[in-house]
Nanobody, 126 residues
Framework: VQLQASGGGLVQAGGSLTLSCAASGPSLGYSLIAWFRQAPGKEREGVYCGSRVGGTTYYADSVKGRFTISRDNTKNTFHLQMNSLKPEDTAVYYC????????????????????WGQGTQVTVSS
């Protein structure tokens, strides 16, 4: 599956952004979706993961209560609503997908994914 991330930008601390990820391609049989982020000099960090169709979701502790996932499976898109943004949220954000489910919160591990979007920059100014 091909993934296209969009929606990044520059926002002041306390502001909001919504990232979107659109899936396309001849095979849309993915069942697991995720968002990751990578700040300069840091490892890629799992922000959210969960089923394409809903159910159990996993968020990084650093974003719980501030970030929320939504899905529009009729358009093969999923969105990450980010509220109360902090300067430490500054990073390149990547969406990812995987065909098969993985156990529990291990879906927050980047090695679980083969399909990635190109990344979108989020910058939060203080």
């Amino acid at each position: 599956v091909q993934l296209q991330a969009s929606g990044g930008g520059l926002v002041q601390a306390g502001g909001s952004l919504t990232l979107s990820c659109a899936a396309s391609g001849p095979s849309l049989g993915y069942s697991l979706i995720a968002w990751f982020r990578q700040a300069p000099g840091k490892e890629r960090e799992g922000v959210y993961c969960g089923s394409r169709v809903g159910g159990t979701t996993y968020y990084a502790d650093s974003v719980k209560g501030r970030f929320t996932i939504s899905r529009d499976n009729t358009k093969n898109t999923f969105h990450l609503q980010m509220n109360s943004l902090k300067p430490e949220d500054t990073a390149v954000y990547y969406c990812a997908a995987r065909t098969n489910r993985v156990p529990g919160s291990s879906c927050l591990n980047s090695i679980a994914y083969n399909d990635w979007g190109q990344g979108t920059q989020v910058t939060v100014s203080s």
